[in-house]
């Protein structure tokens, strides 16, 4: 696999799609540091107090559910705009759903805070059409 980033960020209020993304996640990228949120509002307090003063180059992986009860991806997508472009540039996002409505693909296509969306449950193959291989 190519470089990857070190930390990787799961916004997904299921319990269980969240453990299955670790577990794929640290299978295919050795050393990586992964924290996921069943809350969404948690992640964002989180990316405000760990990434406010973060001086890096290297990209942290978003990986954000779009449907979820308290907060939408979309609404998570809209208080992360607000967020200082210090913050913002630290991050690759990336939509998931179980729902592959072409709706939510293109909507996520033409926000310019989204890479790129993926299909869940996340798996290996998905992970390397993504990130390619060394």
Do not use: C
């Not at 980033?5 to 299955?20: E, G, P, T, W, Y």
């Not at 942290?60 to 939408?72: E, K, Q």
């Not at 979309?74 to 913050?87: A, G, M, Q, T, V």
């Amino acid at each position: 696999m190519t470089k990857i980033a070190k930390q990787f960020i799961i916004v997904d209020d299921d319990r269980f799609s969240n453990l299955l993304s670790k577990i794929v996640l640290g299978k295919l990228f050795e050393g990586v540091e992964i924290k996921d949120f069943l809350v969404p509002e948690l992640a964002l307090d989180y990316i405000k107090a760990e990434f406010k003063y973060r001086e890096t180059t290297e990209k942290t992986m978003l990986f954000l559910d779009i449907n979820m009860p308290t907060l939408s991806g979309w609404e998570f997508l809209h208080s992360f705009n607000s967020l200082p472009d210090s913050i913002k540039k630290q991050f690759d996002i990336y939509m998931l759903s179980s729902s592959i409505d072409p709706a939510d693909i293109e909507r996520a296509k033409l926000n310019p805070l989204v890479t790129d969306f993926i299909e869940k449950p996340i798996n290996r193959e998905a992970l390397e059409r993504l990130f390619g291989r060394e």
